[in-house]
């Protein structure tokens, strides 16, 4: 009874990829969307992270919606989902089957997805990285103004609290930029190795802490000491 309540529907849906995801290799996410406040939040989907898993992060971090929206899929009514929305009195409700456009979530999702495949194409982005890529365009969308909520953020309708965008600002998708190494050898190593900024680190170090892609590893690390590389990189703006 302690759970922080939020007073709003959710609507939520799986997204499939046909390449494996760096940093783990999973080919689906579940997307949830706000139907009120018009946020958008994705999860990835791996087979140790199920629907419950997603659920309960997307709960641990804005609270408890009224209800939870979804298609008629069969994992949807499993019986550990429906009996943790049971425990946190979160009513479910599902469209009918063969009937998907019931699920209003449906046109924002056409949307969403045809601006992550916009930003992965003026990029050049490798296709293993559409989960950060899909995650990051949801961090900035969360903190536009929106002129369907009379200028306001979705970040702020949803959470109370103005969103921060100063680490919009300070680096754009896949921008090259040096970051510190950890580990290394004195004096043999260099103490910065060149990778790709992939989306903000919410959950680790300060606000300005970054995802870096190390092309030289394939994996994705959450740096704060960074600077911009001396790669030229042109300026992209979003379509209106």
Request: charged fraction near 20%; aromatic fraction near 12%; charge should be positive.
């Amino acid at each position: 009874m302690n759970i922080y309540r939020w007073d709003e529907d959710v609507s939520m849906d799986e997204m499939f990829s046909g390449v494996p995801a760096i940093d783990g290799g999973f080919k689906s996410a579940m997307v949830f969307f706000g139907r009120k406040s018009h946020i958008m939040y994705a999860e990835e989907m791996t087979r140790s992270k199920r629907l419950l898993q997603c659920l309960q992060n997307l709960i641990t971090k804005y609270g408890a919606p009224s209800r939870i929206i979804a298609d008629h899929a069969g994992y949807h009514e499993s019986f550990q989902v429906l009996s943790y929305l049971r425990m946190l009195w979160i009513r479910m409700w599902f469209s009918e089957a063969y009937y998907h456009h019931q699920n209003l979530f449906e046109r924002k999702w056409q949307t969403f997805k045809r601006l992550v495949n916009w930003l992965m194409d003026r990029t050049n982005t490798p296709p293993k990285l559409w989960f950060p890529c899909l995650a990051c365009l949801a961090f900035v969308m969360n903190r536009l103004s929106d002129s369907t909520l009379q200028g306001r953020q979705p970040i702020h309708v949803a959470a109370g609290a103005v969103g921060d965008i100063s680490p919009i600002l300070a680096f754009r998708w896949l921008q090259p930029v040096h970051f510190k190494v950890n580990d290394l050898s004195f004096p043999k190593d260099s103490p910065e190795e060149l990778g790709h900024t992939v989306g903000i680190a919410e959950n680790v170090g300060h606000s300005m802490t970054c995802k870096v892609w190390n092309k030289k590893t394939n994996r994705i690390v959450d740096r704060s000491a960074i600077r911009p590389a001396a790669v030229s990189y042109t300026h992209l703006t979003l379509p209106t």
